[in-house]
């Protein structure tokens, strides 16, 4: 079954502006990580952030995790047209352990207008 | 990051056939996974492949219907089998070189059964 729950599944913005997707989840995790896709192409990996972090940069990319309300947002600032995209929230959970496994939210489309 | 190839890209087969779906990486990886993207869905597990031994099947999927071989720690194969339309969906390799580290995808196969 699904883990993560992005919010809101479609959001549609101005080229400049900035872009705040969210991810809520139910168990414990070790780590989040946001992927994006772009139509028709596999993923790309964004930036992971661990349970015993709550804020994360990379470039125009700003995440943060609270893991007391189990939810994750990911900020895009300045955004781009280039930014249009499906973006997916996936954790690890310790259960999977060596694993590794990670369960994917049902994602968020982007569309940025230019 | 690791570099995945996957082939065929995609694909039209008839139903009652199968399909092998093969994942090359230009590095050795410890984890290597297969995905379902069901049109217009998210992500979801189909197995983990270890080198050497039997994959670890999720819930819902079975060896008969998805098997798997990873003869070494650069490449991987998913066989879809007896293909019917409800097989229609994006299947992406994904590998991961240490645990709990990011998931680096392949580009998908697209695979519509007719």
């Known amino acids: 079954s699904q883990q993560g729950e992005e919010d809101p599944q479609a959001l549609s913005i101005q080229e400049g502006e900035n872009a705040t997707m969210n991810c809520s989840y139910k168990?414990?995790?070790?780590?989040l990580q946001w992927y994006r896709q772009n139509s028709g192409r596999g993923l790309v990996h964004l930036i992971l952030?661990?349970?015993?972090?709550r804020e994360k940069h990379s470039g125009r990319l700003r995440v943060t995790l609270d893991t007391s309300k189990k939810s994750s947002s990911l900020l895009i600032t300045a955004s781009r047209a280039a930014d249009t995209a499906s973006y997916f929230c996936?954790?690890?959970?310790?259960?999977?352990?060596?694993?590794?496994?990670?369960?994917f939210g049902k994602g968020i489309t982007l569309s940025v207008r230019p | 990051s690791a570099v995945i190839s996957q082939k065929p890209s995609r694909d039209i087969c008839q139903r009652g056939t199968s399909l092998t779906i093969q994942c090359q990486v230009d590095s050795q990886v410890t984890m290597m996974f297969w995905y379902r993207q069901q049109p217009g869905q998210s992500l979801t597990l189909i197995a983990t492949?270890?080198?050497?031994?039997?994959?670890?099947?999720e819930s819902g999927f079975v060896i008969d219907k998805f098997p798997i071989s990873r003869p070494n720690l650069t490449f991987s194969t998913l066989t879809v089998s007896n293909m019917s339309p409800e097989d229609s969906s994006i299947y992406l390799c994904?590998?991961?070189?240490?645990?709990?580290?990011?998931?680096?995808f392949g580009d998908g196969t697209r695979l519509s059964i007719l």
């Open positions: 168990t414990s995790i070790n780590n």
């Open positions: 492949a270890n080198q050497g031994s039997e994959a670890t099947y």
């Open positions: 952030i661990r349970s015993n972090e």
């Open positions: 996936a954790t690890g959970s310790p259960e999977t352990g060596a694993n590794s496994k990670l369960t």
């Open positions: 994904s590998v991961s070189v240490y645990r709990e580290q990011p998931q680096h």
